[in-house]
């Protein structure tokens, strides 16, 4: 897209996933249904075009929520952006309907996902890393303005993008166990269909996947799948794979009323939360995958065959490489012996770490709030509480399960997230707009 030089920004995102694509649609529509209120936007997003976890869109997996948890529809029912209007758009609408399914597959959300941000494709900016957030020096004071510096990923150099405020959404950060780094044969999740694709199936007779979650159970089930010839080992630190919960007052966790009973809740209320229902999401796996894996098991065992391993109650405490094979150390519980074991790759579907903006804040972080333990003190409207010489408005979507509880990270309230930045970002301006008008903007 065209930028326009000099502008500044009602709002930048950072970032262009579900959260920010989410938000970008909710400024289209609030464009058209509230012209007087018009909000000015751009979007930066490093990757060169859209994408959404591609290296997992394995065959057959599913959503594991409703296609009505989409990008618009519990912040506008009508919204011309919703699943079924891309179902509609792409002439699947009653063959959906016959399938009476509400989880569709991954494969099809993805689709959902490109042929929403292929209509707010005027608002982004690909190729495009933020490199640092600081203040404007030459912004009249009461009407502070933020500086981005952009790097173009392509190596045509970098400028200068202004901006009121921000909302950064830059993704989770994969996570690997201690000590163990990633080479050609040792991959995160997040990599895995490239990775794999990298490879001579032949030459994979002995693979592992670390992990208790729905992509370490997914990935178990595929390489079982597409590897007839070789012996699958899952290493699971549970014994087994923890269910999900996802039975209808469970899922009540991710209403949107329950970020305010979050939010607003006690220490032990918070707490509560975490411990009754951390299995609505966190490292559990929907039944029926489990039950897929185990009937492949017990399908070997009636045949006789040890094709498939469940290696529970066990972590991977190191990586090593031994001529052509990659050697796993593996520990059964604290203080065991270290037990080997030789593969010819490994995937650790070992989670992701919470997204920090603070090394893109660099000298902002010192203007931002923390709790007593260390974290960024949230507003409710997700704006990070910052000191008064920093009057624009720093928004998080993502990392902020301390503050608004499990469905920070999920897609399911971001429809509804998106309209409360929205409001958030109109009711500050106009307070600014009624505090008299800017005498002085750029350079003035």
């Known amino acids: 897209m065209s930028e326009s030089e000099n502008a500044i920004y009602d709002v930048v995102g950072v970032g262009f996933g579900p959260s920010n694509l989410s938000l970008a649609i909710a400024l289209e529509e609030q464009r058209t249904d509230c012209p007087e209120n018009g909000i000015s936007s751009l979007f930066l997003e490093r990757q060169a075009a859209f994408g959404w976890h591609r290296n997992m869109l394995l065959p057959s997996t599913t959503m594991q929520i409703s296609f009505l948890k989409d990008l618009a529809t519990f912040r506008n029912p009508t919204s011309s952006f919703s699943?079924?209007?891309?179902?509609?758009?792409?002439?699947?609408?009653?063959?959906?309907?016959?399938?009476q399914d509400f989880f569709p597959t991954r494969k099809e959300f993805h689709q959902y996902l490109d042929w929403a941000q292929a209509r707010v494709a005027h608002r982004v900016s690909y190729g495009?890393?933020?490199?640092?957030?600081?203040?404007?020096?030459?912004?009249?004071?009461?009407?502070?303005?933020?500086?981005?510096e952009v790097a173009d990923t392509g190596g045509?150099?970098?400028?200068?993008?202004?901006?009121?405020?921000?909302?950064?959404?830059?993704?989770?950060?994969?996570?690997?166990?201690e000590g163990v780094s990633r080479d050609e044969r040792v991959w995160h999740s997040s990599e895995f269909l490239e990775k794999y694709r990298t490879m001579n199936p032949r030459e994979l007779r002995r693979v592992a996947v670390a992990g208790a979650g729905q992509s370490a159970a997914e990935i178990v089930r595929f390489l079982y799948d597409e590897l007839p010839h070789a012996q699958v080992h899952a290493i699971v630190p549970a014994?087994?794979?923890?269910?999900s919960d996802d039975s209808p007052f469970a899922n009540q966790v991710f209403n949107p009323e329950a970020?305010?009973?979050?939010?607003?809740?006690?220490?032990?209320?918070r707490d509560t939360f975490w411990r009754y229902h951390r299995n609505t999401n966190y490292s559990v796996v929907d039944e029926d995958v489990i039950k897929a894996l185990?009937?492949?098991?017990y399908d070997d065992e009636i045949q006789g065959v040890k094709r498939l391993e469940f290696i529970n109650l066990t972590r991977v405490a190191g990586v090593k490489r031994v001529g052509a094979e990659t050697r796993v150390s593996l520990q059964e519980g604290p203080g065991a012996e270290i037990r080997e074991l030789n593969v010819d790759a490994l995937v650790c579907a070992t989670g992701y770490a919470a997204m920090n903006p603070s090394s893109l804040l660099g000298d902002l972080d010192r203007l931002c709030l923390r709790d007593d333990s260390g974290r960024y003190r949230m507003e409710r409207d997700y704006r990070i509480a910052t000191t008064p010489e920093l009057g624009c408005g720093i928004y998080l979507q993502g990392g902020t399960e301390h503050s608004h509880g499990l469905a920070s990270s999920l897609l399911s309230n971001i429809a509804l997230r998106s309209g409360e930045i929205i409001d958030s970002i109109v009711a500050r301006r106009t307070e600014q707009d009624a505090q008299g008008p800017v005498l002085a903007?750029?350079?003035g």
Request: aromatic share 14%; charged share 20%; hydrophobic share 40%.
């Open 294 to 297: 185990y009937q492949r098991w």
């Open 259 to 269: 970020v305010d009973d979050y939010y607003f809740g006690s220490d032990r209320t």
């Open 239 to 243: 014994y087994g794979y923890p269910i």
């Open 128 to 148: 495009s890393q933020v490199r640092s957030i600081r203040l404007a020096p030459d912004a009249a004071p009461e009407r502070p303005v933020l500086e981005l």
């Open 441 to 443: 903007e750029f350079g």
């Open 83 to 99: 699943f079924i209007s891309f179902l509609h758009a792409s002439g699947r609408l009653l063959q959906f309907v016959n399938n």
């Open 156 to 177: 045509r150099g970098s400028r200068t993008v202004l901006a009121r405020n921000v909302v950064i959404s830059t993704g989770l950060v994969p996570s690997m166990p």
